[in-house]
Every structure is written in C-alpha cells, then in structure tokens.
C-alpha cells in the first residue's frame, strides 16, 4: 500500500467560547455533532429576611433570576438558559449536573405567593403543608426544559436552571456554584422555512442566546430586505395610511401598504400565512395592523392560570403575538382554544419567539386614520423636542397587600434601575429624562385627581408608567370622556399593568386605549395596555405584569431595543424560562401594542447612532500547511483596519502552538474577503484552529466573531 502524507481539515466545528454573563462565566464547547455542553456559573446566593402578617421567612437569591413555582412552595430562584442549537440539529435529551455545597440548617424560605389581578382583596404566601413537612430536596430536578423555539429560522432551547435547592423540614439549603448542561442532538427534519439568513436575523439571535457562536452553523445568504416595515390594512382605509409610509420611506423605514384584498381573506390563519410569506419576500421587521379587531381580526388565545389548588382564571385574549410568532400552528390539535401550551408543532409549546415586531391601529374608518396617523407623523418629526425628556410615574394605592399596597413600589424599580426580587433590569435613566412622580400617598387623604394627570398630559408628557385599578374605559382615573377633552399636542406613550384597559376586542366598544391612540386626536400615539386582568403578588413587588414592565424598560435602555415594537416583545421573550409560573402566559398573550411598532422611544430624542459593520467567517478550507477562509461583512458599514489572528493548538502530546497574525484589510458592507495562511504544522493529531478578526467600531468599541475549525493531521 502507497503511504503519503496529507492534512484533511473538516468542519466538525470545535466551538470554544469563554464569555461573561450577568450570572456569572458559561464556557459552550461542542467537540462532535452529537452534543452540545455548556457550563453555567453562580455566585453565592443572597440570602435576607421577611416579616409577611406577623410571620419571619428567609429569602434566597441569585442575580438575574427569578422566582418560580406554584403558590405556597417554597421560594426559589431558577436561571433561564438561552441555548441555541446548532443547524439542522434539535435535541434528542437534555442533561444537567452540578456538585452542591450546603449552605447551612434553619432556613424557612418564604413560599411562592398567589397570583392576583388588581382587583382582589389580600392574599399572604402560605405555606404548602405537605412540601414543607418533608426533607426531600426541592426541587428534585436541577432543570426544567421549557422548550425548543424558533426565532427567525433559529432553533432555541430554553431551560429553567435550578442551582438552590431546599430541605424543607431540616431547613437545610444546596447550592451549586456551577451547572453543566449537556443537550444530546439529533437531525432535525427539515430547517425551519422562515429562515433568511439576514444580518438583521443574526444580530437579534446574538443577542438572545448564551452560546453565540453557534450561529456560525447556519448559512448567511447573499439577499438582502427590500422593506422594514409592512402596513396591512383594508383597501377602504389604505389611503389614510399613506403619509405614514412616505414619512418612513423618507426617514429610512422602507415602507410597504398591503390590504386584505391582497391577503385574499380576512380570517386569522390567512392573515398570518401572508405576514409570514412577506417576512420571506422582503424582509420585514415590523407589521403595523391598520385596523381594529372586526376589521383586522384579532385571534382569541385562551389562557389559563397556572396556580394550582388555589383560584383559577382563564379566559380567552385577543393577542397579536399570534401575527409576530410565525412558526408552527397555534391549534395543534384542532380544539376550540388556541394557544394552548400543547398547540405548537408536534404538540410542543407554541411559538413565542418574534419573527416580526407587531403594533395595531384600532381603526375602523378613515377618520379614526388621521387621527391615529396625525399623532404618528407629529412624534417622528419631534427629534430632540424638549419635551421629549419629560417622564411621568403614575402609582395608585392598590389595597393592603404589605409592600404591595402602592403603585410607587413597582415604579420606582424603573427609575434608573432595579435589582429588586432577584433580578436586575435597567430603568430610565434620571440623568437624561425629568422623571416626575404622582404617586398617591403623596397626596393624602384621598391621592392625586384625575385633574393631575390631565394638566401632566396637557403639558407635555413623553412617557407615562402608569400602575393602578382600571377598567375597559377608565385607565389613568380617567374615563374616556376625559381622554375626549385632552388638548395636548405633544403626545405620549403609555404603558399600564391597568386591568382590562385594552380590551379591544369587544363587539361594539371601544376600550380606553383605543380611544388614547386612535379614536380622540389628542393624548397618546401608542401604548402598551392589558387586555384582560394585571398580575401582581401581594406582600411582593415580583408580579408577573411587573416582570414584563421591568423588562421593556431593560430593552430600551440596556439592550438597544429602542422601538416600541422590539421593545414590548422582548419583555416577553426575556420572561420565557418562566413561563409556567403563575400567569406568566396570560400577561405575555395579553400585553399587547397599540401604536406604529417602528416608531423609537430614544432615537427620537437623539439622533441613531451610526450603522456598525458586522463579520462572519462564513466558509474555511483547506490542504498542507495552507488554510483558507472566507469572511464576510454581513452588516450595513465598511469594517475598517481588520486584524486577524490565527492560533493553533494541539496535535499528540499537545506539543503544536502556533499563533500567526494576517495583515489588516477593509471590507465593505456586503463583501466577502478571501483570506490565506501558510500553517507551519509538523507532527501527528488533531488541533484547533482559532481564528479572531477584530474590527475598530466607529461608535462601539471594538466589534468581534471567530469560529474555531477541527483540523487532522494524519499519515497513512
């Protein structure tokens, strides 16, 4: 037999990633296609005390988690993992393990609160008897899978982490300080039809997943979006719509007019088939439905709370998560209640995850159009408008619920920040915006008047929190004969954890906040409302419409989600991993977007910044001594001064390690770059090839992608 030399390289990709979290350090490697292992790391927990009716607890918690399980178990942080899958795979099994360390004996851990809607009389947490009494350890697994979802072609596990675990009789607490997960893979049928390999879909996924590296698996195409953002409406109001979109067209937001007669239907599964075929046609980021319910219609989801032997809800909600959620049907299994958690593909959960970012216009005659796109148009052209700075919170007294009880212990979470309840969120900063608080125990006996929020309006609020009782037509305290009388030019965005304010679904009514955005010419240009119950927990500032509230303000502040559309869906995304505590599901289906989803609650204060390159090594090759690659600029400005390295480590006993360094080059927006180094490798083994380009971003740092090629070196 002829012997020769030869060095093979393959694409089994050796993944290495050492990044920082909130959390703590997680390491991803994947050395085979079969599994994918990722560590996660925990600090110490914080432990603390609580006095609810008389009654001492303890508390326990980690940074960047939250509190999960049913009323009256005890009290425990979980983590949400984010895990992308690589391509073409989906999970065959999931494994979690972790070495724990005691913490101590004694501890009464405070039991997971009922979930209440805003207008229920006090309930204190009480303890599960038959859990508290025994000293297995709780929970008994260090994991819950949630679920596989698609976000824009990207498969997504996610995974609610249990590092703390409980002895409940004993008292005594486990703690892991790490946690490694093992997601066994196997072949997917088919790639997922809504993916598109834009740079726009990359960057989102990026920035929701633990392991980002992954993303070097799925192909990047050469296509580009022909349009932002869709306006469906019908043909009778499309005229009003116009201005809108030559606003946008002219600011850069490609805008595109679609009517029902386009759709060929007016039912709810061919509207979604249409946003879906448009997202794959042209690109769409947003889809404003210019219509209200009965002319666009809205799907009715049903939800149940998740609290067991406790008080029950469910109800059926008019949600358009149903038109951003694009993947796998919403009915699985043919029933009269859709968006059940067993009403996704194969009878999985459904998918939660935006395709595309969905606002509403309850309109139903042209009227009701100008109105609607009036305020829109005079908030695109507000750029650094004073009033523009201008914040007010609006707290209510709730009722006797301990910390509960006022509106301004949820709202001050939002100023600045808050790592309240476990986990930590940014808020408006006080340094750029006037934040203006009306909370009610500052104007004892009675509170503020609806007068007070009415002058605020009047003079020129941007933003409105609000947190208080409400109803279909009072939100705010005013009802909607107020709302009719406001003569403010200058308008805002409101968003409320109000009960049932945004209940546009109702035959023949309008609720408040279609009357703030779309039927009176004065008052709002968007908002985010409820459409049934708030959520909130007694003698806690952890409810579950709070979680949500928190999370959009993160969006905006900390995660550059700055449109109301991406923002108000994030909130939801990031509250995924716990989906099953209490009525998660319900406030995610519920919370839903009155206003243009385009439109920027930052950038219309101060200019964007400018567009950043983005690259991506997206083909490697290779033979003796010699490695090819190919990188790509997939994002929307020239990269500038790029500097490569390569470093290869390995072969038998370890003894290659090599780094070389490429010269810098530049690389347009949609360029490829063929780059080439002579590897000077002697010896037997497999090694790791390494390769970081890096980029000088001109507005953030420095930008970064590598991917890391398995490479044989073998005689035979």
């Not at 596990?157 to 409980?166: D, E, N």
């Not at 409406?233 to 030559?246: K, W």
């Not at 209940?503 to 459409?531: L, P, Q």
């Not at 406030?587 to 439109?599: K, R």
Request: glycine share 8%; with cysteine.
């Amino acid at each position: 037999m002829k012997r020769t030399s030869c060095i093979e390289l393959t694409l089994l990709l050796t993944l290495t990633l050492i990044a920082t979290s909130t959390t703590g350090v997680f390491a991803a490697t994947r050395t085979d296609s079969s599994a994918l292992t990722l560590t996660y790391t925990f600090t110490e927990p914080r432990l603390s005390t609580i006095t609810i009716e008389n009654q001492a607890y303890d508390q326990v918690f980690l940074p960047d988690s939250a509190i999960s399980g049913r009323p009256g178990d005890p009290s425990l942080p979980v983590k949400g993992a984010y895990i992308l899958l690589p391509s073409g795979t989906t999970v065959a099994s999931v494994s979690v393990h972790g070495t724990s360390h005691s913490l101590g004996n004694g501890y009464h851990l405070v039991p997971v609160g009922q979930a209440l809607p805003m207008t229920s009389n006090p309930v204190p947490p009480t303890p599960n008897p038959t859990v508290y009494a025994s000293d297995d350890v709780f929970p008994a697994t260090q994991y819950t899978t949630v679920g596989v979802y698609q976000q824009r072609g990207f498969s997504i596990l996610v995974l609610a982490l249990s590092p703390i675990q409980y002895r409940p009789a004993s008292g005594e607490l486990l703690a892991s300080s790490s946690l490694e997960v093992t997601v066994t893979l196997t072949p997917a049928h088919a790639q997922t039809s809504l993916f598109r390999g834009l740079p726009q879909d990359y960057a989102l996924v990026r920035g929701r997943v633990d392991n980002a590296q992954e993303l070097s698996t799925y192909p990047a195409s050469a296509a580009r979006s022909s349009a932002d953002l869709m306006i469906l409406t019908t043909s009778a109001l499309r005229s009003g719509f116009i201005p809108l979109a030559e606003a946008h067209n002219a600011t850069g937001v490609r805008t595109i007019i679609r009517t029902l007669t386009d759709v060929g239907g007016t039912d709810t599964e061919s509207i979604r088939n249409y946003i879906r075929t448009m997202y794959n046609t042209t690109g769409i980021s947003y889809v404003l439905l210019g219509g209200d319910d009965g002319v666009v219609n809205a799907r009715q989801l049903w939800v149940e709370g998740m609290d067991e032997n406790v008080t029950h809800y469910e109800d059926y909600l008019p949600s358009d998560i149903y038109y951003a959620c694009l993947d796998g049907p919403y009915n699985y299994d043919g029933d009269d209640k859709w968006g059940e958690p067993n009403d996704g593909t194969g009878g999985g959960d459904v998918d939660l995850m935006a395709e595309v970012w969905v606002g509403r216009a309850c309109v139903d005659n042209l009227a009701d159009v100008h109105a609607f796109v009036t305020k829109s148009l005079s908030y695109m052209n507000s750029t650094n408008d004073s009033y523009l700075k201008n914040v007010t919170l609006a707290g209510e007294y709730l009722g006797d619920y301990g910390i509960a009880s006022y509106g301004s212990s949820y709202l001050n979470q939002l100023i600045n920040g808050s790592s309240d309840d476990g986990y930590t969120t940014v808020g408006i900063p006080a340094s750029s915006y006037t934040i203006d608080t009306l909370y009610d125990e500052d104007y004892l006996p009675y509170g503020w008047n609806p007068s007070d929020i009415i002058t605020r309006i009047n003079n020129g609020a941007h933003i409105i929190n609000h947190l208080g009782h409400a109803s279909p037509d009072y939100n705010m305290k005013l009802y909607e004969s107020d709302v009719d009388q406001l003569t403010n030019t200058k308008y805002c965005f409101i968003y409320s954890q109000g009960c049932d304010s945004g209940a546009f679904d109702v035959s023949g009514y309008d609720c408040i906040a279609e009357v703030f955005t779309a039927k009176a010419t004065h008052g709002a240009f968007a908002g985010v409302w409820n459409a049934r119950y708030g959520f909130f927990w007694s003698y806690s500032t952890d409810g579950d419409s709070q979680r949500l509230n928190r999370q959009l303000w993160d969006a905006v502040f900390s995660e550059g989600k700055t449109t109301v559309g991406a923002a108000n869906h994030d909130s939801k995304e990031d509250n995924l991993f716990i989906i099953g505590r209490s009525c998660i599901r319900w406030v995610i289906y519920e919370t839903n977007l009155f206003g243009d989803p385009s439109l920027d609650l930052v950038n219309a204060v101060t200019p964007p910044p400018p567009p950043e390159p983005q690259l991506s090594i997206v083909a490697a090759s290779g033979g003796n001594r010699v490695l090819h690659l190919s990188v790509e600029n997939i994002g929307y400005a020239t990269a500038s001064n790029v500097v490569w390295t390569t470093k290869i480590n390995g072969g038998i006993f370890h003894l290659i390690s090599i780094s070389l360094n490429g010269s810098p080059f530049t690389i347009p927006p949609g360029n490829t770059t063929n780059l080439t180094t002579t590897l000077q490798l002697f010896g037997l083994g497999k090694v790791e090839i390494q390769v970081t380009t890096e980029y000088a971003n001109p507005w953030n740092g420095t930008g970064f992608v590598f991917g890391s090629y398995l490479l044989k070196v073998a005689k035979t």
